[in-house]
């Protein structure tokens, strides 16, 4: 990594490309499965888009398989709460895979107020020889039935069947901003801005409420949950991020009742730096647990920053993801870009972190180097096995050739949501409503 590693770049293939942009194709989440093969995707039309890896090609043993499209099903509807008077969008805002026990594959999917269970199968075999149906599937007049058959499974084309499992509806008064699979693969919980509620994944019809930050004045209430996440490891333990910049750690085996938190981790602001923007921009928008366990991530509007679960004073890691935006706060208020919320990612190894920015650049840091690279992810470096190049935002004074002012990045182009392969050094970037496909050039040199 870094801005003279083009040896080390990105070959990428591109997925997904509309050329009439509609607001219902626009990706609301990707999220790979626990081995990698398959990559989900959520859009604002309430589709979800399965990706599969193809298998290694037998002509070419060395190169990597790519994703194609496996599946395509509608998960939500728009809906209209009548008590309310509100309309209920249909937009995806999380999706989480489940872990794998048999042959297939389960996901949970949510809008703003259902949660859904989803089954994903393949079939390709089929019974005949039915004792009591004919081939057209009628059943038959039974005084026409003189002998017993023994139903056979016939070959078929490969078939994927996506069916609606569960539905855990009623569970939220507010938005559903996150949800997470427990490690012990049994339940699983769902934050809004005021409640963080658990679920068994068997039981649809009742939920218990872990955290309930809302006053019992509305007029108190002074900050919101942002996001979620359960540890990876201790099924006891999970971490919710608030709008005032503060992580807290909660342990299950305290209280029923996780409002009194186990650990609360927050950076003392600097009064020096203090403005009227300051409150906005330490909004955390995600946190994500680093897959050994022992640091959390979490991205605000400027910084990502990694926390020990150690140590609650200051993180021990910061890295500026678009610093040179400080001086443009006014304007990005303004425009409302300033509330945008940014997801953040862990390599497999816990080595490199990843996350969004905007003009569709997205930022990698090296956590050992303390190097960092800006990539871009664009319709006209899109070709296949294109390398990409490292740019560069300046602020003014002397530019490079291929460097961008910051007075002409494109605010209308942002990479909110992005996702890493829990293995390899595959990335899947969600720029508005294509989706890329980015992998190390030396993860496929390995071999």
Same mark, same amino acid.
């Given at each position: 990594?870094?801005?003279?590693?083009?040896?080390?770049?990105?070959?990428?293939?591109?997925?997904?490309?509309?050329?009439?942009?509609?607001?219902?194709?626009?990706?609301?989440?990707?999220?790979?499965?626990?081995?990698?093969?398959?990559?989900?995707?959520?859009?604002k039309g309430g589709r979800v888009v399965i990706f599969q890896r193809e298998p290694e090609s037998k002509?070419?043993?060395?190169?990597?398989?790519?994703?194609?499209?496996?599946?395509?099903?509608?998960?939500?509807?728009?809906?209209?709460?009548?008590?309310?008077?509100?309309?209920?969008?249909?937009?995806?805002?999380?999706?989480?895979?489940?872990?794998?026990?048999?042959?297939?594959?389960?996901?949970? /999917?949510?809008? *703003?107020?259902? #949660?859904? @269970? $989803?089954?994903? =199968?393949?079939? %390709?075999?089929?019974?005949?020889?039915?004792?009591?149906?004919?081939?057209?599937?009628?059943?038959?007049?039974?005084?026409?039935?003189?002998?017993?058959?023994?139903?056979?499974?016939?070959?078929?084309?490969?078939?994927?069947?996506?069916?609606?499992?569960?539905?855990?509806?009623?569970?939220?008064?507010?938005?559903?901003?996150?949800?997470?699979?427990?490690?012990?693969?049994?339940?699983?919980? /769902?934050?809004? *801005?005021?409640? #963080?509620? @658990? $679920?068994?994944? =068997?039981?649809? %019809?009742?939920?218990?409420?872990?955290?309930?930050?809302?006053?019992?004045?509305?007029?108190?209430?002074?900050?919101?949950?942002?996001?979620?996440?359960?540890?990876?490891?201790?099924?006891?333990?999970?971490?919710?991020?608030?709008?005032?910049?503060?992580?807290?750690?909660?342990?299950?085996?305290?209280?029923?009742?996780?409002?009194?938190?186990?650990?609360?981790?927050?950076?003392?602001?600097?009064?020096?730096?203090?403005?009227?923007?300051?409150?906005?921009?330490?909004?955390?928008? %995600?946190?994500?647990?680093?897959?050994?366990?022992?640091?959390?991530?979490?991205?605000?509007?400027?910084?990502?920053?990694?926390?020990?679960?150690?140590?609650?004073?200051?993180?021990?890691?910061?890295?500026?993801?678009?610093?040179?935006?400080?001086?443009?706060?006014?304007?990005?208020?303004?425009?409302?870009?300033?509330?945008?919320?940014?997801?953040?990612a862990w390599n497999g190894s816990d080595s490199v972190i990843m996350t969004g920015a905007y003009n569709?650049?997205?930022?990698?840091?090296?956590?050992?180097?303390?190097?960092?690279?800006?990539?871009?992810?664009?319709?006209?470096?899109?070709?296949?096995?294109?390398?990409?190049?490292?740019?560069?935002?300046?602020?003014?004074?002397?530019?490079?050739?291929?460097?961008?002012?910051?007075?002409?990045?494109?605010?209308?182009?942002?990479?909110?949501?992005?996702?890493?392969?829990?293995?390899?050094?595959?990335?899947?970037?969600?720029?508005?409503?294509?989706?890329?496909?980015?992998?190390?050039?030396?993860?496929?040199?390995?071999?």
């Open positions: 990594m870094g801005e003279d590693a083009d040896a080390r770049g990105m070959k990428h293939g591109f997925l997904r490309n509309h050329n009439d942009v509609t607001e219902a194709d626009i990706i609301s989440t990707a999220e790979f499965n626990h081995t990698g093969d398959l990559l989900a995707t959520g859009d002509n070419e043993p060395y190169s990597q398989g790519e994703y194609n499209v496996y599946s395509t099903f509608q998960s939500h509807e728009p809906e209209f709460d009548y008590l309310k008077s509100l309309e209920i969008e249909e937009k995806i805002n999380k999706i989480k895979w489940l872990p794998k026990h048999n042959a297939a594959h389960a996901l949970l /999917s949510t809008n *703003d107020k259902t #949660i859904k @269970l $989803w089954k994903i =199968a393949e079939r %390709d075999k089929r019974p005949e020889g039915y004792n009591l149906k004919d081939e057209e599937g009628k059943l038959k007049d039974l005084s026409t039935v003189t002998s017993l058959q023994v139903p056979v499974l016939k070959p078929m084309d490969l078939m994927v069947e996506v069916s609606p499992r569960r539905i855990f509806a009623n569970g939220h008064t507010y938005h559903i901003n996150s949800i997470s699979v427990n490690s012990d693969c049994e339940t699983y919980m /769902s934050a809004d *801005d005021l409640r #963080i509620n @658990l $679920w068994h994944l =068997a039981i649809t %019809d009742r939920s218990f409420n872990i955290v309930d930050i809302k006053p019992a004045n509305m007029e108190d209430l002074t900050e919101v949950i942002t996001a979620s996440e359960f540890h990876p490891h201790h099924c006891n333990l999970f971490v919710y991020s608030s709008s005032k910049g503060s992580l807290r750690l909660c342990d299950m085996r305290a209280s029923a009742l996780c409002d009194k938190h186990s650990k609360l981790y927050e950076e003392p602001e600097d009064p020096s730096s203090r403005s009227f923007f300051s409150e906005i921009i330490s909004s955390v928008s %995600d946190v994500k647990f680093s897959h050994n366990g022992r640091y959390m991530l979490a991205r605000d509007y400027l910084t990502v920053k990694v926390w020990d679960l150690n140590m609650e004073t200051r993180p021990v890691e910061t890295y500026q993801v678009h610093d040179y935006l400080r001086s443009k706060l006014c304007s990005l208020y303004e425009n409302d870009c300033i509330f945008d919320k940014f997801e953040c569709n650049f997205f930022r990698m840091f090296d956590r050992s180097t303390k190097r960092d690279v800006t990539l871009e992810a664009s319709r006209e470096s899109s070709k296949p096995r294109a390398v990409l190049k490292p740019r560069r935002v300046c602020r003014g004074g002397k530019r490079r050739k291929d460097d961008i002012s910051v007075d002409s990045l494109d605010f209308t182009k942002k990479i909110l949501h992005t996702a890493w392969h829990p293995a390899e050094n595959i990335i899947a970037i969600a720029a508005t409503n294509n989706l890329y496909i980015f992998q190390d050039k030396m993860n496929s040199d390995m071999h």
